[in-house]
T-cell receptor, first 112, second 111 residues
Framework: DTAVSQTPKYLVTQMGNDKSIKCEQN?????MYWYKQDSKKFLKIMFS???????INETVPNRFSPKSPDKAHLNLHINSLELGDSAVYFCASGTGPNSPLHFGNGTRLTVT | GENVEQHPSTLSVQEGDSAVIKCTYSDSASNYFPWYKQELGKGPQLIIDIRSNVGEKKDQRIAVTLNKTAKHFSLHITETQPEDSAVYFC??????????FGKGTRLHILP
C-alpha cells in the first residue's frame, strides 16, 4: 500500500546513455513532481504536473523529459546522460501548490 | 523569487535535550511553512506545517513557531530520542506557487 512508489531504486549507467525513472501514486492527488537532490542534500524542484499538464519547468536541460500518461503516473526520461546528472531523484505528489508533499523513496542515479 | 535560509547545517544534541532549527524566508507573501524529516535512504516526510494565520503549532514533542514580521520560523524538538537523528528541511511557499526548501540540517542525537 505504498503511497508514492518509484522505480528503480538504484540506477548505474554510463555517460551518453538514455534512461527512465517511473513513478506512481495511489493517493488520488492531482499534482505530481520531480525533485533532484544533490550530494549536499539540496532539494530542487525540476517539474510539476497537474492532471497530466505541465505547470512547472525549472529551467532543466531539455535532455530531461517528463511524461504523465495519467494523473497517477509521472515518468522521467533522461537522454545523453552526463556525470553531473548523478543525484537522487525524488517523485512527489500533492493536492496542489502550497500543500503538503508526499515523497517516494528516491532513485539514486550514478553516471560513470 | 523566494529564498529560504536554514541554520545550523549540522546540530548535535545529547539525548533528552532539546533541538532548535531556524529558518528565514525572503518573500513576505509566503504563507505556508512545512517541515520535513529525511531518514537515510528514504524520501522526505512531512512532520509538521504551519500557515501564516497561526503563530505556533505543537504536535507531541515537536513544535513550530512563526514570526511573520521578522520572516523567520523555527522547529523545536523536545526530549530528543535516537530516532530523531535525521536531516530536517524547512520550506516556504505562497498561494499558488511551488514550495522552496532550505538546505537542510543534519541532526545527531548523542547517547
Amino acid at each position: 500500500d505504498t503511497a508514492v512508489s518509484q522505480t528503480p531504486k538504484y540506477l548505474v549507467t554510463q555517460m551518453g546513455n538514455d534512461k527512465s525513472i517511473k513513478c506512481e501514486q495511489n493517493l488520488g492527488h492531482d499534482t505530481m513532481y520531480w525533485y533532484k537532490q544533490d550530494s549536499k542534500k539540496f532539494l530542487k524542484i525540476m517539474f510539476s504536473y497537474n492532471n497530466k499538464e505541465l505547470i512547472i519547468n525549472e529551467t532543466v536541460p531539455n535532455r530531461f523529459s517528463p511524461k504523465s500518461p495519467d494523473k497517477a503516473h509521472l515518468n522521467l526520461h533522461i537522454n545523453s546522460l552526463e556525470l553531473g546528472d548523478s543525484a537522487v531523484y525524488f517523485c512527489a505528489s500533492g493536492t496542489g501548490p502550497n500543500s503538503p508533499l508526499h515523497f517516494g523513496n528516491g532513485t539514486r542515479l550514478t553516471v560513470t | 523569487g523566494e529564498n529560504v535560509e536554514q541554520h545550523p547545517s549540522t546540530l548535535s544534541v545529547q539525548e533528552g535535550d532539546s533541538a532548535v532549527i531556524k529558518c528565514t524566508y525572503s518573500d513576505s507573501a509566503s504563507n505556508y511553512f512545512p517541515w520535513y524529516k529525511q531518514e537515510l535512504g528514504k524520501g522526505p516526510q512531512l512532520i509538521i506545517d504551519i500557515r501564516s494565520n497561526v503563530g505556533e503549532k505543537k504536535d507531541q514533542r515537536i513544535a513550530v513557531t512563526l514570526n511573520k514580521t521578522a520572516k523567520h520560523f523555527s522547529l523545536h524538538i523536545t526530549e530528543t530520542q535516537p530516532e530523531d537523528s535525521a536531516v530536517y528541511f524547512c520550506a516556504a511557499s505562497r498561494t499558488g506557487d511551488k514550495i522552496i526548501f532550505g538546505k537542510g540540517t543534519r541532526l545527531h542525537i548523542l547517547p
